[in-house]
């Protein structure tokens, strides 16, 4: 079984700063890409931003300049670094993971975070 835990959430002033952690853990034979996505109320999930094993790194453009992701050494931690946050980031953040478990090493799922809130005041 496989567990993806985010971190760091919470109440922040508008133009404030936060740090989402989030932890994969179980019976993990590899990842791929890890990645956060968020939910505004009302609104549908949308991408954040993503990493690669690699490094590469992909972000929605309104998040582009101020929000940077990255991968622990262990590679199985991402990061989401919030920086000048603005009202309309609020939302619940998803931690996200492209990865292959121990008993199927060559299929990969996607697996999701439980979320964690950010609401932004003005």
């Known amino acids: 079984q496989v567990q993806l835990v985010e971190s760091g959430g919470g109440l922040v002033q508008a133009g404030g700063s936060l740090r989402l952690s989030c932890a994969a853990s179980g019976s993990i034979f590899s990842i791929n890409r890890m990645g956060w996505y968020r939910q505004a109320p009302g609104k549908q999930r949308e991408l954040v931003a993503t990493?690669?094993?690699?490094?590469?790194?992909n972000y929605a453009d309104s998040v582009k300049g101020r929000f940077t992701s990255s991968r622990g050494n262990g590679k199985s931690t991402v990061y989401l670094q919030m920086n000048s946050l603005k009202p309309a980031d609020t939302a619940v953040y998803y931690c996200?993971?492209?990865?292959?478990?121990?008993?199927?090493?060559?299929?990969?799922?996607?697996?999701w975070g439980q979320g964690t809130q950010v609401p932004v005041s003005a």
């Open positions: 996200n993971a492209l990865l292959s478990v121990a008993l199927s090493t060559w299929e990969y799922n996607t697996y």
């Open positions: 990493i690669t094993n690699s490094g590469g790194t």
